[in-house]
């Protein structure tokens, strides 16, 4: 069963950090991109699909008529089994669109918080203020949303280990089941880089950032949210069954502006600027910018270095199945010395990083490729 991906590339304010394909709303094409989207969504020939993910962008920088009609689309199209996830920023979601989500079948929220700081907050360039979190968090509720995450960053300029244990003290105290915790990445192009190589922007040393990462493992485990995978924390039962397609090296569709899929052993790109998208769409041309045939040596790597991002690791069992090969005689020199070194361990036939090697998972995940 297929998962969907779907993209908006539409924002109200471009954040400092951001390096997605997005763009400001103002002035964009937005009827037209949603026009094109519909389109190429139409040719999915699936009609039941395991989960499908709006994001962005800002989805909810669409005003309702935009939403409606790419709801209306997708409610007639298919069927959708498990799960189906909107992410919004708290001050643009309002109580009609909300209610619009829900009675579209979104039962997945995933909020854009990043801090609660409303000085990092402004730094950040976000648009909302700390009352936007609870304001938006409490509608999802009364209009029944079952399930609400929080995207939120730590190691951001000038933040200390109190104000980010802040964040997660007041994260945890909301009627909330899922937590996105990343570290700030300083990504080419973007404001911050751009400050930062001009010497306008302090970054703290990586031994911050590195407790920062415990501290939040800590809290977060203590109060209930249990983590599974690098980066993300759920209440039992909530995990995002979305994400979980994509450390599973499992396929799914993507549809709309830069967006990007994995069907039939390729992977493929759209074509990222939009008024390029629209035009290749309207004149009946493919979207699709390329397309890169995952070999098996390929699969085998990603399947490890996608797998090992969640706590359970990967499943021996699985490998020897999907591939019809040894997993001992493809990974197996390269996990007994990363055993050794303490940094995978092997529990229930599934090849999992330590609390050790979680804090260098890059590190590991490199020692995986069979390629160099
Ligand atoms: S972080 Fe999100 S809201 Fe901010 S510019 Fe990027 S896509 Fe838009």
Redesign the pocket.
């Known amino acids: 069963m297929n998962s969907l991906y779907i993209h908006i590339?539409?924002?109200?304010?471009?954040?400092t950090?951001?390096?997605?394909n997005?763009f400001l709303i103002k002035n964009q094409p937005v009827d037209a991109y949603i026009d094109c989207l519909i389109q190429e969504l139409d040719q999915i020939q699936d009609e039941q699909l395991n989960t499908v993910f709006i994001g962005?962008?800002?989805p909810t920088?669409l005003n309702e008529t935009q939403l409606t009609k790419l709801l209306t689309y997708i409610q007639n199209k298919f069927e959708i089994l498990t799960e189906f996830t909107i992410?919004a920023?708290p001050d643009e979601l309002t109580e009609q669109k909300i209610k619009l989500m829900k009675d579209f079948g979104v039962n997945r929220l995933s909020l854009?918080v990043?801090t609660f700081n409303e000085r990092l907050l402004k730094s950040?360039?976000?648009?909302h203020q700390e009352n936007d979190i609870y304001n938006a968090v409490n509608a999802a509720k009364k209009w029944g949303i079952p399930s609400v995450s929080l995207d939120l960053m730590y190691h951001l300029p000038t933040q200390t280990i109190d104000e980010m244990k802040s964040d997660l003290i007041k994260a945890v105290q909301m009627d909330i089941d899922h937590i996105s915790s990343y570290s700030l990445i300083l990504e080419p192009k973007t404001q911050f880089y751009n400050m930062y190589r001009k010497g306008l922007l302090q970054m703290s040393d990586d031994n911050l950032a590195k407790s920062m990462y415990e501290t939040t493992m800590q809290i977060l485990n203590a109060h209930g949210f249990y983590q599974y995978e690098i980066s993300n924390y759920a209440k039992p039962g909530h995990e995002s069954i979305h994400n979980q397609v994509y450390w599973e090296n499992k396929t799914y569709f993507g549809a709309g502006a830069g967006s990007h899929g994995y069907i039939n052993g390729e992977r493929y790109y759209n074509i990222a600027p939009v008024p390029h998208y629209i035009k290749a769409m309207q004149q009946h041309q493919n979207v699709v910018k390329e397309r890169i045939p995952v070999d098996e040596m390929a699969s085998m790597e990603e399947f490890m270095f996608l797998g090992l991002r969640l706590n359970k690791g990967i499943s021996i069992e699985v490998f020897n199945q999907r591939y019809q090969k040894s997993f001992d005689e493809v990974f197996g020199k390269v996990t007994n010395q990363l055993i050794k070194d303490q940094l995978i361990e092997i529990v229930n036939n599934h090849v999992r990083l330590t609390q050790q090697g979680r804090m260098i998972g890059n590190d590991v995940f490199e020692k995986y490729l069979l390629t160099i």
């Open positions: 590339p539409f924002c109200n304010r471009i954040c950090y951001c390096d997605f997005k962005g962008g800002t920088a992410e920023n854009g990043q950040l360039g976000r648009t």
